[in-house]
C-alpha cells in the first residue's frame, strides 16, 4: 500500500467494503503485481546423511504399508507448513525396506521419482513393473496406478517429485485406493523401454495420455548420452552440457507438469550466471562442488538435494566432475508463455 497515501476517509471506506467481501485494488496492486518475480520460496540444501539418519529412524516408527508411503517431506524454510520444495513442486525423499510394499493407489498427481540408493527394488507403472537402480529417473504420469515393492536385502530410497502444489492451485486432486496391494501385472518387466525407448514407435501408435510411454530412463543410459555428446558439443558457459529427459512421442517433457534434467560439470568448471523462472529442485549424481544462488552459496555431494528459486541468479562450480539432476515446472510455464531466462552476457 505504500504508493497511496491513508486517509480517514479511505480508511473507513476499505472497512465498510470489506464487510461486503470487496477490497480496493490499489492498495494490493504493487503485491500482486511485481516489477520481478517475488517469492518465498529460498534457497536451501538438505544434506543426505541428515535425511538417511531421520528415514532410517522413520523405519523404525511406521511400515510403509501403515504410512501408505513412507516419505520424509522437503519443506522449503520460506514455505513451511505447506508441503512445498517450491511455490508450484513437492518432494520428499522415500525409503521401501526390505520385503516391505507400499500399495497400489492412482491419483490427478503426477509423480517423477529420482533412485538415490539401493538397488533393484521396483515399481509398477499401469501393468509393468521396472526395476529401480540409483540414477534412474522413473515415472509416474497422472492417473497411472503404481505400487512399489523391495524384494532385496537393502532399502531403497528415492528423491520424489510431485505437481502437488499445482493441482492443489486447480483443486482437481482425486485419488482412489486399489483393491489389491500389488497391481496385477499385464506386462513383462522392461517392456515399454523395449517398445518406445529405441527411437522407434510401433507404426500405428497412438498415445494413451500426454504422459511419456517409457516410464524408466535408466541411468547407464543418461550417462552414456553426457558422454558422447562431451567429445563433440561446445560446453555451454551457464550449464555445462545439459541434456533434458524427453516424451520420445511428441519431444516434450515426460510428463506434462514436470521437466527433468542431466548435466554433466567437468572438474574445475565454473558456470556463468544464469537466472529463470522456473525455481528448480537439484540432486548430484556424482561429483561435489558448490553453486551461489542469490546470496547464499550451498557446498553440495553425492545425494544432497537443494533448491534454487524463481530468478535467483545462480553459478555452479565443480571440484569433481560432477553429474547433476534437476526438476522444475518449467513445461508448465513454457506452454502458458511465462517462463523466461536470463543468461547474464554468457
Ligand atoms: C505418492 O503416491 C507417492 O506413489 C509418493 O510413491 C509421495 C506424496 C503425496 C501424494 C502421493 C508414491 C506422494 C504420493
Excluded at 540444501?45 to 522437503?74: N, P
Excluded at 509393468?128 to 503404481?146: L, N, Q
Aim: proline share 7%; aromatic share 10%; glycine share 8%.
Amino acid at each position: 500500500m505504500d504508493h497511496v497515501a491513508k486517509t480517514p476517509e479511505r480508511e473507513a471506506f476499505y472497512g465498510q467494503i470489506d464487510s461486503e467481501n470487496m477490497s480496493a485494488l490499489w492498495t494490493v496492486l504493487g503485491d500482486l503485481i511485481t516489477r520481478e518475480p517475488k517469492s518465498p520460496c529460498r534457497a536451501h540444501l538438505w544434506r543426505y546423511e541428515a535425511i538417511r539418519r531421520y528415514m532410517m529412524e522413520a523405519g523404525k516408527l511406521i511400515t510403509a504399508r501403515e504410512a501408505e508411503r513412507r516419505v520424509l517431506i522437503l519443506e522449503n524454510p520460506g514455505l513451511r507448513g505447506q508441503s512445498k520444495i517450491t511455490t508450484s513442486l513437492y518432494a520428499g525423499v522415500q525409503m521401501v525396506m526390505p520385503g516391505e510394499v507400499a500399495p497400489a493407489h492412482r491419483h490427478s498427481q503426477s509423480a517423477l521419482r529420482f533412485i538415490l540408493e539401493g538397488r533393484g527394488a521396483h515399481t509398477a507403472v499401469d501393468g509393468e513393473r521396472t526395476i529401480m537402480a540409483p540414477g534412474d529417473f522413473v515415472i509416474t504420469p497422472a492417473r497411472a496406478w503404481h505400487d512399489h515393492g523391495n524384494e532385496t536385502s537393502e532399502p531403497m530410497l528415492w528423491l520424489d517429485g510431485l505437481d502437488i502444489p499445482m493441482v492443489q492451485f486447480f483443486d482437481a486432486s482425486f485419488i482412489e485406493g486399489h483393491a489389491e496391494d500389488a497391481q496385477p501385472l499385464t506386462r513383462p518387466d522392461g517392456d515399454s523401454f523395449a517398445r518406445y525407448g529405441h527411437n522407434l514407435l510401433p507404426v500405428d501408435f497412438q498415445p494413451k495420455s500426454k504422459a511419456s510411454p517409457v516410464f524408466n530412463y535408466p541411468y547407464e543410459h543418461t550417462r552414456e548420452a553426457l558422454e558422447t555428446a562431451r567429445r563433440t558439443s561446445e560446453w555451454d558457459p551457464c550449464h555445462g552440457l545439459k541434456l533434458r529427459y524427453v516424451n520420445p512421442v511428441s519431444g516434450e517433457s515426460p510428463m506434462p507438469t514436470i521437466g527433468a534434467f542431466m548435466q554433466l560439470l567437468p572438474n574445475g568448471f565454473r558456470t556463468a550466471r544464469y537466472r529463470s523462472t522456473d525455481a528448480t529442485v537439484f540432486t548430484a549424481v556424482e561429483g561435489r562442488g558448490r553453486s551461489r544462488i542469490g546470496d547464499r552459496v550451498v557446498e553440495w555431494g553425492p545425494r544432497d538435494i537443494f533448491v534454487v528459486p524463481s530468478w535467483h541468479w545462480v553459478t555452479h562450480e565443480a571440484d569433481e566432475e560432477a553429474v547433476v539432476f534437476s526438476f522444475s515446472d518449467r513445461p508448465v510455464q513454457q506452454k502458458l508463455d511465462l517462463f523466461r531466462e536470463d543468461r547474464g552476457n554468457a
